[in-house]
């Protein structure tokens, strides 16, 4: 299995030891936990539904941070990628891998999409229904 992506949880002062490693492969995330009890998450990209980029100021110091990602898997449901180096650049790597995904999935998701009058306005809607 070819990764194009893989590092691990970062803690004290950016450095690598921890026992939680990540790992991206064109179609799925890994996240490996523990020592000498193992535990393996998988996720398949195309259920990866948003991500965000997480900078506390000790983060930013070491040149680490945490993307939070909200996911339609069952098991996994949202989740974080802890303290990695060059956060910035894995979460625009992921974010085009999970677009890429989407569309050779033919996935699509709905969003609604309303400004503050159009909420007024349905509320009234509602009220003359009543």
């Given at each position: 299995m070819?990764?194009?992506?893989k590092?691990?949880k970062?803690?004290?002062f950016?450095?690598?030891l921890?026992?939680?490693?990540?790992m991206?492969t064109e179609?799925?995330?890994f996240i490996?936990?523990g020592f000498?009890?193992?535990k393996e998450?998988?996720?398949?990209l195309?259920?990866?539904?948003d991500?965000?980029?997480?900078?506390?100021f000790?983060?930013r110091?070491?040149?680490?941070?945490?993307?939070h990602?909200?996911?339609?898997d069952?098991?996994?449901?949202d989740?974080d990628?802890?303290?990695?180096?060059h956060p910035?650049d894995?979460?625009?790597?992921?974010?085009?891998?999970v677009?890429?995904?989407?569309?050779?999935?033919?996935?699509?998701?709905?969003?609604?999409?309303?400004?503050?009058d159009?909420e007024?306005d349905?509320d009234?809607?509602?009220?003359d229904?009543?």
């Amino acid at each position: 299995m070819e990764y194009l992506w893989k590092d691990r949880k970062r803690t004290i002062f950016g450095l690598p030891l921890s026992f939680t490693k990540y790992m991206v492969t064109e179609e799925r995330l890994f996240i490996e936990q523990g020592f000498l009890n193992k535990k393996e998450d998988e996720v398949r990209l195309y259920r990866i539904t948003d991500l965000s980029l997480n900078r506390s100021f000790g983060q930013r110091i070491f040149g680490v941070g945490t993307i939070h990602c909200c996911s339609a898997d069952k098991t996994l449901g949202d989740f974080d990628i802890v303290s990695v180096k060059h956060p910035r650049d894995v979460k625009e790597q992921l974010s085009e891998l999970v677009e890429a995904q989407r569309d050779a999935k033919r996935v699509t998701s709905r969003e609604y999409m309303m400004d503050h009058d159009d909420e007024h306005d349905m509320d009234d809607d509602i009220h003359d229904l009543q």
